[in-house]
């Protein structure tokens, strides 16, 4: 029944779709906001790119206009990952095509012919394997669990010109929603087609570049002989003019990778099994683990060279009150022009109660872009209490005595110390309660610390007295509105189940075509409208108006390959979840712009780059009649199996509050556009996600796993929150009191709109012993969650039932419904 219930879920949810009136264009022509979107973006792209290694050789001379290309990305370039995240965009050049716009003579057709046979049958292969499996008992499961359909990078052994002038071999890899990355060959690892061709040109070639237009990490181990490798990432509408603008100069990269890499074998966080993750790292996470465990890794965080060369040096390091200032000069003395990021770092004293990590980033800043001998000023502030470590013995963030040491440098493997802060005793900054139960095992503990030679450092002491100790009030009660405690019980559920009608069955009919969803159209207000992201809007490219009247997608809730892995006798059981577009129908298009990918917006280390990017999409969410877009999304990268990384920033909570705060100001300066910072919070696994456990200790939840989210919280004062799928510590993120209302509400102080992720995914459930529940609405609404999205007749008639027999409060349920309700008034003309 259950299937049956989800079957018609997404039955009516795929078939009806309306539009935003007045807003859709119908002509092909390129609109003017395209123009303009695509131009900012434009200038600022290359700065998301990152030089892991240089000689000299590029860029190239304007003369130079014969190319060889190798590798799948060339015909088969990734602008971004799948699934929620992936933006239908009016267009998208391949990297062989944007070479040859820019007149470039490609001299390796043969080869990239060839390839394109071996892709193309061992992707027939693959679906066909994929269609062979099909789970029967479980249909709708199967496909659930194949939301986003990867092939590996095939095994290509194709002859290659083994010498020549110049060569770029571009590596590609894609990952999407619902489904983690492989460690193996075609994923992780490269092929060993992909190493030998790579090797072959680094020697033949006189002039040779490994691209790796990727979302994430591979290993490069082996590839030593390599001199020039560039991380070109996952960029959007113009990932590959981008490429070609460095290749040639008129661009120049200046990103920093935000996630360590190095070998698989290096990484020290487990991947956990299909139910349990346990995060026996503590905050040992990413540069934390290898900086502290001295391990030699490949790329370092922070790591990225420029087509010139830079050098620092520290103008004056000063404390007022708790807040450190540290001036210093970015000086070119290289050849070219480019942009350099400083990095700022502290190292905390370690006592016999906390150890701590060998440093961790507590700011940075982009420099201007700056011409040979130029020079530029940057000013880096922190305040201490904002990296106060946390105690949970004593149940309080605190600033242990000792000596706290700042470093200055352009990665986490290349910093000096430039001041020492001295707090003379320890300090209390904020006593909380602890919120999560035993993890059940002990975290690593690093006890021994690289020693630093200090002679000369500047010596400055923190007076205490300027830190207030804050104690938090867990007994606050939320204000219920007044319109709100008169409504009836099934009107105030309605606010709190999304189901988009009166029916609480639920008849999506959502006023943009291809949106995600709505919350509830109550009585005669309009209803305020939700878009996925995070790599721009997402809604359909394409839908025409029905003989009904009502407009309707050309698009399926599934891409083509996962509606290719549907048997030919599953067609016609299926046959909602294919397109069907009547003959002679009009198309009413509406097109939006891909920006960078989370990761990739990252590297740039530019904040106003990030609002830009926020701007471009709160701009499109006016366009299109959009109230709430689905992003930013900024967990943590703390395995490189995570194949949602992509969409997330960094394996540092610092760096992804800050963009996540910076693009937020963007969004929110467009009237009634709205973020949803997502997925909160410990979403690092795809693989069974509606079941599987972040477990973790107190320490590491706050300090690492909630930080960002508290930055960008604190700093750019989002309109939303998405809670995230998976457990924390054996209990629904969603349902749990101690994260959602304790921390998110008491201490955090947030009162917005909190919505579940879409629940009708936990079809998804591949844990056949059932270790962990379904989801519970009534258990969300008491953990404060206010909507329950996209909702259900179940869950409506569940919160019914437990408002009669007072197993959940009319107080709980009208703090809820106040919230929502409040969120469609604002939306309102």
Avoid at 261 to 267: L, N, V
Wanted: glycine share 8%.
């Amino acid at each position: 029944m259950k299937f049956l219930n989800i079957l018609l879920l997404c039955t009516i949810n795929s078939i009806v779709h309306a539009f935003a009136e007045d807003t859709s264009v119908t002509e092909d022509e390129i609109n003017d906001y395209e123009i303009e979107h695509q131009s900012v973006l434009d200038q600022h792209l290359s700065e998301c790119t990152v030089l892991l290694r240089k000689n000299g050789d590029f860029p190239i001379s304007s003369s130079e206009r014969k190319i060889h290309l190798y590798g799948g990305g060339i015909r088969h370039t990734v602008k971004g990952g799948l699934g929620s995240g992936n933006i239908k965009t009016r267009t998208f050049d391949t990297i062989e095509t944007a070479f040859k716009k820019e007149g470039f003579e490609v001299l390796s057709s043969e080869y990239l012919d060839a390839y394109d046979d071996c892709y193309e049958k061992a992707h027939d292969d693959f679906i066909q394997g994929l269609r062979d499996g099909f789970d029967y008992a479980n249909p709708y499961g199967y496909l659930i669990d194949h939301f986003s359909v990867i092939m590996d990078e095939p095994e290509c052994d194709i002859p290659i010109d083994e010498s020549g002038d110049l060569a770029v071999y571009v590596v590609s890899r894609i990952t999407g929603e619902g489904i983690d990355r492989k460690v193996a060959k075609g994923d992780i690892f490269l092929t060993d087609s992909e190493k030998k061709a790579i090797k072959t040109l680094a020697r033949g070639y006189k002039k040779f570049m490994l691209v790796l237009n990727t979302g994430g990490p591979v290993d490069l181990s082996g590839l030593e002989e390599v001199q020039n490798i560039l991380v070109l990432s996952q960029l959007g509408f113009n990932t590959s003019k981008t490429l070609v603008d460095l290749v040639t100069g008129e661009k120049y990269p200046s990103g920093k990778l935000t996630t360590t890499w190095t070998k698989y074998d290096d990484y020290f966080a487990n991947t956990g099994n299909l139910t349990d993750v346990d995060y026996v790292e503590g905050v040992y996470v990413g540069y934390r683990y290898f900086d502290s465990a001295d391990v030699d890794v490949l790329f370092p965080f922070g790591h990225g060279l420029s087509y010139t060369e830079f050098e620092n040096s520290i103008k004056s390091v000063k404390i007022n009150g708790e807040k450190v200032t540290v001036d210093a000069i970015v000086t070119n003395v290289g050849k070219a022009k480019g942009k350099e990021v400083l990095e700022l770092y502290l190292s905390k004293p370690s006592t016999s109660d906390l150890d701590e990590p060998y440093q961790e980033l507590v700011n940075f800043a982009k420099t201007k872009e700056l011409s040979p001998k130029k020079k530029d000023n940057v000013k880096l502030e922190f305040k201490l209490s904002d990296f106060a470590s946390y105690d949970s013995k004593s149940q309080a963030y605190v600033l242990n005595a000792g000596n706290y040491i700042i470093r200055i440098g352009n990665s986490s493997r290349n910093t000096v110390p430039c001041a020492v802060i001295e707090v003379p005793s320890k300090v209390i900054v904020k006593k909380v309660q602890n919120q999560l139960a035993d993890s059940g095992f002990q975290d690593l503990v690093f006890k021994s610390k690289k020693e630093d030679d200090l002679t000369g450092v500047p010596v400055l002491t923190l007076n205490a007295k300027h830190i207030k100790t804050e104690t938090v009030d867990y007994t606050k009660k939320s204000i219920i509105n007044e319109e709100v405690k008169g409504l009836s019980v099934e009107e105030k559920v309605s606010l709190v189940i999304g189901a988009h009608s009166s029916d609480p069955y639920g008849s999506y009919v959502y006023s943009v075509a291809g949106v995600a969803g709505e919350f509830y159209k109550f009585r005669d207000l309009k209803p305020a409208v939700l878009s996925d992201g995070p790599a721009g809007i997402n809604i359909a490219k394409d839908y025409y108006i029905g003989e009904d009247g009502l407009p309707h997608s050309t698009e399926g809730m599934f891409g083509s390959d996962t509606l290719d892995i549907v048997p030919l006798e599953m067609r016609d059981a299926f046959s909602f979840l294919f397109p069907f577009v009547p003959e002679g129908v009009t198309y009413i298009h509406q097109y939006t712009t891909a920006i960078p990918i989370g990761t990739a917006l990252a590297q740039s280390w530019n904040v106003n780059f990030a609002k830009k990017c926020g701007d471009i999409v709160g701009d499109e969410m006016n366009i299109f009649g959009i109230n709430f877009w689905l992003a930013p999304a900024l967990n943590i990268h703390r395995t490189i199996v995570n194949g949602r990384n992509f969409e997330y920033y960094s394996e540092d909570p610092y760096i992804s509050g800050m963009m996540a705060a910076s693009i937020t100001k963007g969004v929110q300066g467009h009237e009634k556009a709205y973020v949803t910072l997502k997925h909160f919070l410990g979403n690092n696994k795809e693989t069974n996600r509606s079941f599987n456990s972040s477990n973790m200790s107190e320490r590491a939840f706050r300090e690492v796993y909630l930080r960002g989210f508290e930055i960008a919280i604190k700093n750019g004062k989002p309109g939303g929150i998405m809670s995230s799928y998976n457990l924390v510590n054996g209990i629904h993120v969603n349902e749990h009191v101690g994260i959602m209302t304790n921390v998110l509400r008491k201490e955090l102080e947030y009162n917005e709109v909190v919505m579940t992720d879409w629940l009708f995914a936990n079809m998804a459930n591949t844990d056949t012993e059932g270790k962990y529940p379904q989801y519970s609405a009534v258990n969300i609404i008491k953990a404060s969650g206010d909507v329950v999205m996209q909702g259900n007749k179940d869950f409506f008639d569940e919160v019914v039932a437990a408002i009669e027999d007072n197993t959940l409060s009319m107080e709980e349920l009208e703090a809820s419904a106040t919230r929502i309700y409040e969120v469609i008034l604002k939306v309102q003309n």
